[in-house]
């Protein structure tokens, strides 16, 4: 059994499922039983009481099958739509990819971009660590868009507004590049929660008028180098993510699908009964 597998079945929520459906299946086989007797008087047989015994117990391995986690997915009618959250490597996926980066959209590794991070594996996995291709390629992406300001600093001296978004065209597949976190000076990226809103409406625009309705992959956005995971840890990352697609996806259609890719040690740290539960609450009533 897995580590992740067995945090699922000692989970609070798994007990507490599998309990409630026990006990509503013994409740239900109870006043049954109750119902047979009051009719046939069955009670004076003494099989009688042995068999609502056994068919009460059945539902032990019922409940435990209703309750068993299940991959975390959720499909929707309104918006059409599917989000699943899956296990694995971004980079093997064959779909669009969205990939987080700073409002100034630098490169450079490793000076001023983690070689460990997201957008520098971009850059060894997607681009075989030619900067100077990947420089052409969001320039290119951004040569209509207005830049905000110039910032004094090593690197990347334009600034873009926050959320901007830049689309790459990597066949067979689109690059959607977010700039959600603010460079300064000292070349240290800083996010909020309100840029992170801010920044993922917009790339749902981007996605909805450039991803010809494709399945789209994402990472978990808000950590690292953003300085957020201890104000948006992981599970409420994901949670904001989805809560700004499925508002973005009343309105326009951005997606068939919306697939969160995490790393395995992060997956499995996940409480991935409540993340299903939350997709689930998100089902028209």
């Known amino acids: 059994m897995s580590s992740a597998l067995r ?23 109870a006043a049954l039983g109750q119902l047979l007797d009051w009719t046939f008087k069955l009670a004076k047989y003494g099989w009688w009481s042995h068999a609502v015994l056994g068919v009460a117990l059945v539902g032990i391995p019922l409940s435990i099958w209703r309750s068993w986690p299940r991959p975390v997915e959720e499909t929707y009618e309104s918006p059409r739509t599917r989000i699943r959250i899956v296990k694995g490597d971004l980079f093997d996926e064959e779909e669009h990819l969205v990939i987080g980066t700073c409002d100034t959209f630098d490169t450079a590794i490793p000076n001023i971009i983690e070689r ?62 977010v700039g959600y976190t ?36 994402m990472p978990v956005i808000g950590g690292g180098m953003s300085r957020m995971s201890n104000i948006v840890p992981t599970q409420d990352s994901i949670r904001f993510t ?15 699908e919306l697939r969160i890719v995490l790393r395995p040690q992060d997956y499995d740290r996940l409480d991935r009964l409540e993340l299903q539960a939350f997709l689930t609450s998100l089902k028209p009533s």
Request: hydrophobic fraction near 45%; aromatic fraction near 12%.
């Open 7 to 29: 945090s699922d079945l000692f989970s609070k929520r798994f007990l507490l499922s599998a309990a409630t459906w026990f006990f509503a299946w013994a409740g239900v086989i």
């Open 116 to 177: 460990t991070s997201l957008q520098g594996i971009a850059l060894d996995r997607l681009y075989g660590n030619d900067v100077a291709r990947l420089d052409a390629d969001l320039d290119a992406a951004l040569v209509n868009t207005e830049f905000r300001e110039k910032v004094c600093k090593e690197g990347k001296t334009v600034r873009y507004p926050l959320g901007t978004v830049a689309v790459v065209e990597r066949p067979p597949r689109r690059l959607f590049f």
């Open 182 to 217: 603010k460079m300064d000076e000292n070349n240290n990226a800083q996010g909020t929660p309100d840029g992170l809103w801010v920044s993922l409406n917009s790339l749902w625009n981007a996605i909805s008028q450039h991803g010809n309705g494709r399945t789209v992959c």
């Open 242 to 256: 989805i809560l700004s697609f499925m508002f973005a996806s009343r309105t326009n259609k951005i997606c068939d």
